[in-house]
């Protein structure tokens, strides 16, 4: 079993790294914990798979001696990172595999290569986006349940209306609905998939496209250095339409910035309840919060506010991770008084992108 090979230290540190967060924390196979590294001619890749899950990351690297190993992937991650030479260089020695540098060396031990299930590929193309596009694909990943009781909501839906990719998340207390524009190559695709996943797969994507990877029981995402597939999840979503039509008792344009930064001076101030009030009036919208311990706070923010006028609660960091989503732009907050008491919030002006998001807060009951 051989392997050597000198690769950027930093370079092969984020790789692992990004490989690590994509693969769960614990496993009771320590085959599962281990890190395949693959040196050839055509650079380095790291590997690895719960068997749910598939990552492979390829990176530069110089190989001097081709070779296929298996070493425990979080103690290979954390001896890269804290290393400052700017190349670091892999070789097989004996039952170790040694990371050396010019005055340090640190040896891993070879785990059983033989017993690990190996890497599956991607499922077949299924169409391209680009890459610039995956911050509004990682607000509906946001949106997802954290709570695994309740596997449907930890899934984002993902699903093709012609030219354009729709993703929906929702924890059941708020819903995001981005609408991408994207190169469909099938007919047809309705996929749920892990919303950490695609949480983490936004902020790693590299390069100006980004491909989509799905058949009836798998879907991925690749890119020119990665490829990363997992189980899709099977349980029925609940639709979105209902709470996006345009029936609203009152509607609010106002700066997406500026609301928000209101809502995160005014929230320290709403205490045990974590209520945060917005209150419609004609020309502005006031910000407020008390709490018997903590004091109380308002603040005013200039507003073009049409139809009915009337106040409503909302817990606050549901409401500002809503904002957040919008950036610098004005954004419209569509109110329902009733039973259908959901807020619509969506951009006024069109994203130079194409791209278009939908953000539905269910507002608490003060």
């Known amino acids: 079993m051989d392997l050597d090979v000198t690769a ?28 395949i590294v693959d040196a050839t001619a055509d650079g380095v890749v790291l590997a690895g798979t719960d068997r749910e899950r598939g990552i492979r990351l390829s990176r530069a690297a110089r190989t001097h001696t081709d070779g296929r190993v298996l070493v425990p992937a979080r103690p290979f991650a954390e001896t890269l990172r804290n290393l400052d030479s ?36 991607a499922p077949p193309r299924v169409g391209a986006l680009d890459s610039a596009l ?30 354009r990719l729709v993703l929906v998340g929702t924890d059941r207390f708020r819903m995001a609905v981005a609408s991408l524009p994207w190169r469909p190559e099938v007919e047809e695709l309705d996929v749920l998939v892990p919303g950490n996943l695609l949480t983490e797969l936004a902020k790693q994507a590299d390069g100006a496209e980004v491909v ?31 709470h996006l039509a345009d029936a609203f008792d009152g509607a609010v344009d106002i700066a ?29 919208v006031r910000v407020r919060a008390m709490d018997q311990q903590f004091g109380e706070a308002e603040e005013a923010v200039k507003a073009t506010v049409s139809g009915d006028r009337f106040t409503t609660a909302y817990q606050p960091r549901y409401l ?47």
């Open 8 to 35: 950027p230290t930093r370079t092969l540190a984020h790789a692992a790294a990004d490989l690590v967060r994509l693969l769960p924390g614990r496993t009771l196979d320590p085959v599962l914990s281990g890190i």
């Open 86 to 121: 700017p190349e670091i260089r892999l070789a097989v020695e004996g039952r170790k595999l040694a990371l050396r540098t010019p005055n340090a060396r640190f040896a891993l031990p070879l785990l059983d290569l033989l017993a690990h299930p190996g890497v599956r590929d």
């Open 134 to 163: 995956l911050p509004l694909a990682a607000v509906a990943a946001a949106t997802a349940s954290r709570d695994d009781a309740l596997p449907v909501f930890t899934g984002v839906h993902v699903r093709q209306r012609g030219d």
């Open 212 to 242: 989509l990877h799905a058949d009836a029981d798998r879907v991925g995402m690749s890119w020119p250095s990665a490829e990363v597939s997992s189980t899709v999840l099977d349980a029925p979503f609940p639709n979105e339409e209902k």
């Open 256 to 284: 997406a910035a500026d609301l928000g930064s209101a809502v995160r001076r005014v929230a320290p101030f709403a205490g045990a309840q974590g209520t945060v009030l917005l209150e419609v009036g004609d020309a502005e």
């Open 320 to 366: 500002s991770d809503a904002l957040q989503a919008f950036g610098s732009r004005t954004v419209r907050i569509g109110l329902r008084s009733g039973t259908r008491r959901s807020t619509v919030l969506t951009g006024v002006e069109p994203d130079p992108t194409g791209a278009e998001l939908h953000y539905v807060l269910m507002p608490k009951r003060s």
